[in-house]
């Protein structure tokens, strides 16, 4: 039986109580999309998304970096008592959340997060992020840094100057510092791409790492494991390209490109069959309308596209055409 999501039992506890209710709801692993739609409601009641992120933030300070394995043999109890946590039961339980429910994580953690399309955040020091589609931010300001982590998809800063406060971007493993700049960050599976289109960052693969200075139109990555690679210049206009609707491939492997296009669709893509085989594609995608650059691609990739309800789509490679008689 799955465990009830805590909206109707809310109303008679204090605020804070039936955040924390929320949390340990999203902790259980029983997240639902009609539940979902319930914590939204509830958010947009008066003084309750200032509760939910006091007690997120608590979250935040008993749990562990994503990726981190237990080592514990039990979970909490499903049924909770309605009393004060206990910081072992609080840690145990997001450390469940991490594992077990990405998603929900990546709520509790997200102070700014996109669906599918990019949008524009204006960030407590005057600068600018924009998100792109399926992307995900943390904000760490204090009076000694700006901070900035990426969660998730790819972002483009325009940064406000500040001598007392450098602007940081801690994303995978390593950390990008802006040196009065605008650039964008990208993580595609765990590979961080970095890309100036004014002035200056320097980047490094490890909090302890080496740095490597990057001016306008140039781009670097580092990934687990590896130290910071310089990548071919691009044109700094063209860097973040996505923010004016156009995502450019530049031979980029089939698998790729279906994948970032699919950040702009609604319904999810499945791939079916070996895209490896397929040539490299370079083209540009008008992401305001993802089906028809969908099937742009699929013209000029080899694809077939099935659709299906929902918003499914299936794609796979073309069945080659029958020879003529």
Do not use: C
Not at 47 to 73: D, N
Not at 86 to 107: D, H, M
Not at 271 to 276: C, E, K, P
């Amino acid at each position: 039986m799955s465990q009830p999501h805590p909206f109707a039992l809310a109303d008679a506890e204090p605020i804070h109580a039936q955040a924390r209710e929320w949390i340990a709801w999203l902790a259980s692993g029983a997240a639902d999309e009609a539940g979902l739609g319930e914590f939204e409601r509830w958010l947009q009641r008066p003084g309750h998304r200032r509760a939910f992120e006091h007690e997120r933030q608590l979250w935040r300070s008993l749990g562990p970096r994503p990726g981190h394995r237990s080592t514990a043999s039990t979970l909490p109890p499903r049924q909770r008592r309605r009393s004060r946590w206990r910081p072992a039961l609080a840690a145990a339980a997001v450390l469940l959340l991490a594992l077990a429910s990405p998603e929900a994580w990546l709520r509790l953690r997200a102070d700014h997060r996109s669906a599918h399309a990019a949008e524009t955040v204006a960030l407590p020091d005057g600068s600018r992020a924009v998100l792109d589609a399926d992307s995900a931010i943390a904000i760490r300001y204090d009076r000694d840094q700006r901070r900035v982590e990426l969660l998730r998809g790819r972002v483009w800063f325009e940064v406000a100057a500040d001598p007392a406060r450098r602007f940081a971007v801690v994303a995978g493993d390593g950390v990008i510092e802006d040196i009065s700049t605008a650039f964008a960050v990208a993580d595609e599976d765990g590979r961080i791409e970095t890309a100036v289109s004014q002035g200056r960052v320097r980047v490094a693969a490890t909090a302890d790492g080496g740095w490597t200075y990057l001016d306008a139109g140039q781009r670097a990555e580092y990934g687990p494991g590896r130290s910071v690679a310089r990548l071919d210049d691009v044109p700094a206009d063209g860097v973040g390209g996505w923010r004016q609707g156009e995502l450019l491939l530049e031979n980029a492997a089939v698998d790729v490109a279906v994948r970032q296009l699919a950040r702009y669709r609604a319904g999810p893509i499945l791939i079916r069959g070996d895209l490896a085989g397929l040539p490299k594609v370079s083209a540009a995608l008008r992401i305001g309308r993802p089906e028809q650059a969908l099937d742009a691609l699929a013209a000029s990739a080899g694809l077939s596209v099935t659709r299906l309800p929902l918003g499914v789509a299936i794609v796979r490679p073309a069945a080659p055409a029958a020879s003529a008689r």
